[in-house]
T-cell receptor, first 115, second 113 residues
Framework: NAGVMQNPRHLVRRRGQEARLRCSPM?????VYWYRQLPEEGLKFMVY????????ESGMPKERFSAEFPKEGPSILRIQQVVRGDSAAYFC?????????????FGEGSRLTVL | AQSVSQHNHHVILSEAASLELGCNYS??????LFWYVQYPGQHLQLLLK??????LVKGIKGFEAEFIKSKFSFNLRKPSVQWSDTAEYFC???????????FGRGTSLIVHP
């Protein structure tokens, strides 16, 4: 009964490099959310996706950040040309029905450190 | 803008003490409210949720929360905490139909044995 799987758990990048974070939702879940947690801050919504569709990306920075959830394979959060301010924990959550039941199922997070 | 506020960022208690963590929201209209918990080294998991009906909601591990519409609050309570309740607690809310929960900053609870 695998939960939401995120990898890598820890990622170190130098400024200017690209970071790719992957999220495999729970089996049967077709809705994925990405949140970012900065030090001393709460979870900030970034993007909400269904298979092959971005439903809401209002929390995503306009530049350098992109997300996808292809028909096959995990959801990917991509950060291009990383800067120190991108250092954070990135959490993925999934749900079976777009939140109708309310509960999101979270992964353990991917911690990005930008040197 | 819709928001969720948690005013207690760090709480330290001794075992058997009573717990109340504050949560206020700023939504108008229909609102769904949640408390999530993150134990050390683990993922966030749902403690309890309120959609409608009885404003007193009971969750897992003896936790409960009360929805008070007039105060825009959804405080989490437990009458007697245990060392194993040491964790980060997040309040979240979403306006009915948005399906995108907004989280509070979180409250770090440390329970001394």
């Amino acid at each position: 009964n695998a939960g939401v799987m995120q990898n890598p758990r820890h990622l170190v990048r130098r400024r200017g490099q690209e970071a790719r974070l992957r999220c495999s939702p729970m089996k049967g879940h077709s809705h994925v959310y990405w949140y970012r947690q900065l030090p001393e801050e709460g979870l900030k919504f970034m993007v909400y996706l269904q298979k092959e569709n971005i439903i809401d990306e209002s929390g995503m920075p306009k530049e350098r950040f992109s997300a996808e959830f292809p028909k096959e394979g995990p959801s990917i959060l991509r950060i291009q040309q990383v800067v120190r301010g991108d250092s954070a924990a990135y959490f993925c959550a999934s749900s079976p029905s777009g939140g109708i039941t309310g509960e999101l199922f979270f992964g353990e997070g991917s911690r990005l450190t930008v040197l | 803008a819709q928001s969720v506020s948690q005013h207690n960022h760090h709480v330290i208690l001794s075992e058997a003490a009573s717990l109340e963590l504050g949560c206020n929201y700023s939504y108008g209209g229909t609102v769904n409210l949640f408390w999530y918990v993150q134990y050390p080294g683990q993922h966030l998991q749902l403690l309890l949720k309120y959609f409608s009906g009885d404003p007193l909601v009971k969750g897992i591990k003896g936790f409960e929360a009360e929805f008070i519409k007039s105060k825009f609050s959804f405080n989490l309570r437990k009458p007697s905490v245990q060392w194993s309740d040491t964790a980060e607690y997040f309040c979240a809310g979403e306006s009915g139909g948005s399906y995108i929960p907004t989280f509070g900053r979180g409250t770090s609870l440390i329970v001394h044995p």
